[in-house]
């Protein structure tokens, strides 16, 4: 039997867009940005892949998938973030040493 597969998107910059595009094509699946997406709309796949921008607060577009997961709580969920920090910032060093 073939799972189906979705990858759904919160795109900001156009990168996770573009990691999204690139694992569906390379899963041969279905893709679909997270705007005016439902529960409902879901129902059809076995796994659920999320992508969105890791920024300070979290991950882009998470709220909106979390209030889809009481409809999707029964499928395989994956998630993959898209970010970058300047390595040249004090700031950003600490962060990193408190992981």
Not at 43 to 53: A, E, M, N
């Amino acid at each position: 039997m073939n799972k189906r597969i979705v990858v759904v998107y919160k795109s900001v910059t156009g990168f996770t867009k573009q990691y999204a595009q690139w694992i569906a094509e390379a899963l041969d699946c279905d893709i679909k940005e997270i705007s005016n997406l439902s529960g409902d709309m879901l129902q059809q796949y076995d796994t659920v892949i999320y992508g969105g921008g890791l920024y300070a607060g979290g991950v882009s577009g998470m709220k909106q998938f979390v209030k889809l997961y009481p409809a999707i709580s029964d499928k395989e969920l994956i998630l993959f973030t898209c970010g970058v920090a300047n390595t040249g910032l004090a700031e950003n060093i600490k962060h990193k040493e408190r992981i």
